[in-house]
């Protein structure tokens, strides 16, 4: 069984830092894409960034040059670092991940993370 397991959220006040985590844990292989989406309320969820195996990264335009994206191979862990926080970033931020559970799977299946909750607010 594999769990993608957040932390980080919580309130923060606008122009403010949060650091978001997630660890990936149990029967796993190997690991190929590692990202975040967002779902704010009565929007749909949209990918805020990712990072591939090989470290190529990928940022949606709202959040470039504010967000960084980073990943541990070695804990399965990938983190984004979130600067110059707007009140529009307020969200539940999602953890994704693409891996194999065994060396003999055909292909990448994808998991999602429980969500954590950013609030960005005066």
């Known amino acids: 069984q594999v769990r993608l397991v957040e932390s980080g959220g919580g309130l923060v006040q606008p122009g403010g830092s949060l650091r978001l985590s997630c660890a990936a844990s149990?029967?796993?292989?190997?690991?190929?894409?590692m990202g975040w989406y967002r779902q704010a309320p009565g929007k749909q969820r949209e990918l805020v960034a990712s990072i591939s195996n090989g470290g190529s990264t990928n940022y949606a335009d709202s959040v470039k040059d504010r967000f960084t994206i980073s990943r541990d191979y070695a804990k399965n862990t990938v983190y984004m670092q979130m600067d110059s926080l707007k009140p529009d970033d307020t969200a539940v931020y999602y953890c994704?991940?693409?891996?194999?559970?065994?060396?003999?799977?055909?292909?990448?299946?994808?998991?999602w993370g429980q969500g954590t909750q950013v609030t960005v607010s005066s």
């Open positions: 149990g029967n796993i292989f190997s690991i190929k894409n």
């Open positions: 994704n991940a693409d891996l194999k559970t065994y060396s003999w799977d055909i292909r990448f299946s994808n998991y």
